[in-house]
């Protein structure tokens, strides 16, 4: 009798819905929140007309002048030169003026009238993908890809993770400098196609364009729209914890760029290790672009390089416009697509050329092989709605700020670490979160002696930590870009939240306790 053969115990795999049934849910739970969560708001101040006008829970607005003195009246701990000048822009939280509203449930239209809401709202960023896309899809129709890859792959062969590497390195710089985050999306087409011929897989796509640039945004050093304007809004300097910062940034990218060697390292010994193994087929067939050899139509002719040349620049230029011209979507879209035109006559003529109808083609199939990403977008902000429209933000804020009251220096700071880590979920937005928590919550530092600095720290750490998670922020799209499920990338990121929360709090321990 023959023996039987044990099968092998298969592992257990987290199984997970893809992006739009998860934001989905997502949107129900958010509804469901307006029903159990008490709903209030705090009086909001913001500058306008060359006023201040505070707008009080109830939607009365009132208009003071623009002096310090009112400001101090208010109980506002910001120079009055912050409003005037511009540094804030968005409307600030009051303190000590939170109250109770009525509550304000979402009923069940609310679901796909946020999704419409959303996308409406998030259109800017929604053109500039599609612009991408298109650009992308002309590049690949000339050929200047397949070619420019062939000999690339050539000159890089045995020094694959030098690329990846700088790329890292590039991504935490542009984080911790200006927030280089939802621009990051553009490299992706650029590197991506490399990233697959030098043998490493979507996680390391990821892992050195998202999760490095998350990692600098983390670390925030002088980026306007995280550490300035919490800064700004907490009534410091921004230059006030700049040194641990710049500390804790140089530990953070080392981490990272250990991590990726490790896995990177991995993946190209064994593609069976890497976690997302079971879409490496689809994943492949929708970023690789594979030379065929030195014939006509891989030649990497002058045209072609122009062409390469004409892509490539387009990203130091949107870099160069984003952190020197204050350049937003509307403007890199534009930026993007004069490129794409000059792209396009160059593919549509000459010998090897695809005539009008070939070039538009690609402009279009291009662009739409990126509308499902432009749709997670605008569907992240549709819960974002939904939780603004029911006034809970505000009330988790009181409840927090009544929480650390009386608390140590060590048990405060741990504690508003994990509060912001509870709120960048609710609120993804840095700019967002910090004017309505820094007046509310940096104050209370001055309670238990220590610099409003580090809860700005703290609040950099706890929203950052949750955005390598959150849906409701840019993880979705990305991982839509690349079509990884969310659990693949569960599994790689959360030593880095780990990373960032117990380094990330023994760092501000340690503030806390040498101030």
Not at 137 to 153: C, D, H, P, Q, W
Not at 211 to 233: D, H, K, R
Not at 356 to 385: P, W
Not at 459 to 472: D, S, V
Request: some cysteine.
């Amino acid at each position: 009798m023959d023996a039987q053969v044990e099968k092998p115990k298969k592992r257990f795999k987290l199984k997970m819905p893809g992006a739009f049934v998860i934001l989905f849910i997502l949107t129900i739970v958010a509804v469901a929140a307006t029903w159990m969560v008490p709903a209030g708001s705090y009086s909001k101040l913001s500058y306008t007309n060359s006023s201040l006008q505070v707008t009080d829970p109830h939607g009365k607005v009132t208009t003071v002048p623009s002096t310090q003195k009112e400001l101090d009246k208010l109980g506002v701990k910001i120079n009055i030169k912050q409003f005037t000048d511009g540094g804030i822009t968005a409307p600030v939280s009051i303190p000590n003026t939170y109250q109770r509203l009525k509550q304000r449930p979402a009923s069940i239209a609310a679901v796909p009238t946020s999704m419409v809401k959303g996308t409406i709202e998030a259109v800017d960023i929604m053109v500039f993908i599609l612009v991408l896309g298109g650009l992308i899809g002309v590049v690949k129709a000339s050929g200047a890809f397949e070619s420019g890859l062939l000999a690339l792959t050539k000159k890089t062969k045995g020094h694959e993770f030098l690329l990846i590497f700088f790329v890292a390195i590039l991504m935490v710089l542009g984080g911790t400098l200006c927030g280089i985050e939802e621009e990051a999306v553009a490299f992706y087409p650029i590197l991506v196609p490399i990233f697959i011929a030098m043998g490493y897989d979507s996680i390391v796509s990821v892992g050195a364009i998202f999760l490095a640039s998350s990692i600098g945004t983390c670390f925030s050093t002088i980026n306007p729209f995280s550490v300035v304007i919490a800064s700004n809004a907490a009534g410091i300097d921004f230059t006030q914890g700049l040194t641990e910062r710049i500390i804790g940034l140089v530990f953070a990218a080392a981490f990272v760029i250990v991590y990726l060697h490790w896995y990177s390292k991995k993946v190209k010994a064994n593609p069976k290790f890497s976690y997302s193994y079971d879409d490496r087929e689809e994943f492949n067939s929708m970023w690789e672009i594979a030379p065929t050899g030195e014939d006509g139509k891989s030649k990497f002719t002058i045209r072609k390089k122009l062409i390469l040349i004409l892509f490539v620049v387009t990203f130091p230029l949107m870099v160069w416009g984003v952190m020197s011209q204050g350049w937003w979507f509307p403007t890199m879209a534009a930026s993007f697509l004069s490129f794409a035109i000059i792209i396009m006559f160059l593919t549509a003529t000459g010998k090897n050329g695809i005539g009008e109808t070939g070039v538009v083609d690609a402009f279009v199939k291009g662009a739409s092989s990126l509308v499902g990403v432009s749709l997670i977008i605008g569907l992240a902000r549709g819960i974002n709605l939904v939780l603004n429209n029911g006034k809970i933000s505000d009330t988790m804020l009181q409840y927090s700020s009544t929480l650390v009251a009386h608390m140590s220096g060590p048990m405060f700071i741990i504690v508003m670490l994990l509060i912001f880590f509870l709120l960048g979920f609710i609120v993804p937005s840095s700019s967002g979160l910090a004017v309505l928590s820094m007046p509310i919550l940096a104050p209370l530092a001055d309670t238990v002696h220590i610099p409003r600095y580090v809860v700005v720290t703290a609040y950099q750490f706890g929203q950052y930590a949750m955005l390598f998670l959150a849906p409701t922020g840019l993880v979705m799209a990305t991982l839509q870009m690349l079509n990884m499920k969310y659990s693949h990338w569960l599994r790689f990121v959360w030593p880095v939240v780990v990373f960032v929360l117990v380094f990330g709090g023994g760092l501000l321990v340690t503030e806390v306790l040498i101030n």
